[in-house]
């Protein structure tokens, strides 16, 4: 009876140190760290900054990308968190406001103690983004990278699909990752976006490595229409294993890439139903 009790106790020690190990959303094969875009919770208790985190919380993620609701203070935002043992790693950054004032970014993202910063859309007007837009970019990119780097944060730009469209041997989005600096800018992949452009998540990660230091982890419908605008309907994102994306594929090349961080985002208006489906599936997949 004894030894059976003891091999008792030895299976419960085991399987408590298991999960304590693995953080919600990862397994066997995903590592994350995982953490979660709040702009996923839009849609939550749109005005109720607290319950958006106490979600969070629900869903057992310890990290987010976002920033604080307007009118609430650096100091509010951050007893928020603390209180429920959530850490900012990652906010986003306005282009126009990068362009005409990198050093305000950066000094506002110091304040945010963050570890990245993303830049989530170049405008172009109403037209298809252009070479002449990609090529401002790498400018604006150029000029602001060194400075977020001087200040300890990786400066990223996250691929939003319309970059995807063809330049001579490439993309526009090649264009923007081979004239950018390689030690000072980096990027975030949105696996939903750079599949709703046209591209192929994993082979992106395997053709520029390291450079991507982030990632969105977000499925596209099946069937969904490919274009090149960067919108698509709010329906369009569905839970992680559901949609058309060879997640195998895609995060065992982020692995091998080094991607730092990943962050499950989810743009459907039901997303905070969606997002333990997502869990669950990233719980138990296997490459």
Request: with cysteine.
């Amino acid at each position: 009876m004894k030894s059976l009790l003891c091999a008792a106790l030895g299976i419960f020690l085991c399987w408590t140190s298991l999960a304590a190990e693995n953080a919600a959303g990862t397994g066997p094969s995903f590592k994350g760290p995982l953490g979660l875009q709040m702009y996923s919770l839009r849609f939550y208790a749109p005005s109720n900054f607290p319950a958006k985190l106490d979600k969070v919380r629900e869903y057992g993620l310890k990290t987010i990308e976002g920033g604080p609701n307007r009118g609430t203070s650096l100091e509010e935002f951050f007893k928020e968190l603390e209180s429920r043992g959530i850490k900012l790693v990652s906010s986003g950054v306005d282009f126009e406001r990068l362009k005409a004032n990198p050093d305000a970014v950066v000094e506002q993202s110091k304040k945010l103690g963050v570890k990245y910063v993303m830049c989530a859309w170049i405008p172009h007007g109403k037209g298809q983004f252009s070479e002449k837009n990609a090529r401002e970019a790498v400018a604006v990119f150029n000029v602001a990278g060194p400075k977020f780097k001087e200040a300890g944060i990786a400066f990223t730009y996250h691929c939003h699909g319309y970059e995807f469209q063809p330049f001579h041997e490439g993309t526009l989005f090649d264009l923007i990752v081979q004239e950018t600096n390689p030690d000072s800018v980096f990027f975030e992949l949105d696996v939903f976006w750079a599949q709703q452009g046209g591209a192929d998540p994993a082979k992106l990660l395997e053709k520029y490595g390291s450079r991507f230091k982030l990632m969105h982890v977000k499925d596209l419908r099946k069937g969904a229409a490919k274009n090149f605008t960067g919108g698509a309907p709010d329906e369009d994102s569905v839970p992680v294993g559901q949609g058309e994306v060879d997640w195998k594929a895609v995060l065992s090349a982020a692995e091998r890439a080094h991607v730092e961080h990943y962050f499950i985002e989810d743009e459907a208006k039901q997303a905070a139903d969606q997002i333990p489906k997502t869990l669950r599936y990233l719980e138990t997949l296997r490459w």
